[in-house]
């Protein structure tokens, strides 16, 4: 079987205080995609007012502002409006996000790898940071 041409992909929805995320976020993002440990195919800024009106604002309007300059996104628009007043509802009120598409490159390689081997992925779960922390935690503090 010939390399995959895309590997899995992962949907953030991400709440920041202002109307974008902050220098360090957007940093480690770039960082993470020059490093080719990443591929960010879609990336939107979605706000939702008070009155839960949604507001979506495209790469291509914000690109130069957060210093994206040399990044293309692969796949722009992979993310669809039925996506984004999906997505959009876990942005609370008065709020803004970002919505991205990102791609994970280790482990296109791997299921490449599975694929030429007979092998096929037939479930992921992806466990948060957050509750993997939690988890890891409690443990801790029991021993």
């Given at each position: 079987?010939?390399?995959?041409?895309?590997?899995?992909?992962?949907?953030?929805?991400?709440?920041?205080?202002?109307?974008?995320?902050?220098?360090?976020?957007?940093?480690?993002?770039?960082?993470?995609?020059?490093?080719?440990?990443?591929?960010?195919?879609?990336?939107?800024?979605?706000?939702?007012?008070?009155?839960?009106?949604?507001?979506?604002?495209?790469y291509?309007?914000?690109?130069?502002?957060?210093?994206?300059?040399?990044?293309?996104?692969?796949?722009?628009?992979?993310?669809?409006?039925?996506?984004?007043?999906?997505?959009?509802?876990?942005?609370?009120?008065?709020?803004?996000?970002?919505?991205?598409?990102?791609e994970?490159?280790?482990?296109?390689?791997?299921?490449?790898?599975?694929?030429?081997?007979?092998?096929?992925?037939?479930?992921?779960?992806?466990?948060?940071?957050?509750?993997?922390?939690?988890?890891?935690?409690?443990?801790?503090?029991?021993?």
């Amino acid at each position: 079987m010939a390399e995959l041409e895309y590997g899995p992909v992962d949907i953030y929805v991400v709440s920041f205080e202002g109307d974008r995320p902050d220098d360090a976020t957007l940093s480690a993002l770039g960082e993470l995609m020059l490093g080719d440990e990443i591929r960010l195919l879609d990336l939107l800024i979605v706000a939702r007012g008070d009155d839960g009106t949604v507001t979506v604002r495209e790469y291509e309007e914000f690109r130069d502002d957060f210093g994206f300059t040399i990044v293309e996104l692969e796949a722009s628009g992979v993310i669809g409006d039925e996506d984004i007043d999906e997505l959009a509802e876990a942005i609370p009120p008065g709020t803004a996000g970002a919505v991205m598409a990102i791609e994970l490159l280790w482990a296109k390689r791997l299921a490449t790898a599975f694929a030429a081997s007979g092998g096929e992925v037939l479930q992921v779960e992806r466990i948060p940071a957050t509750v993997v922390n939690e988890v890891f935690a409690a443990a801790a503090n029991v021993e």
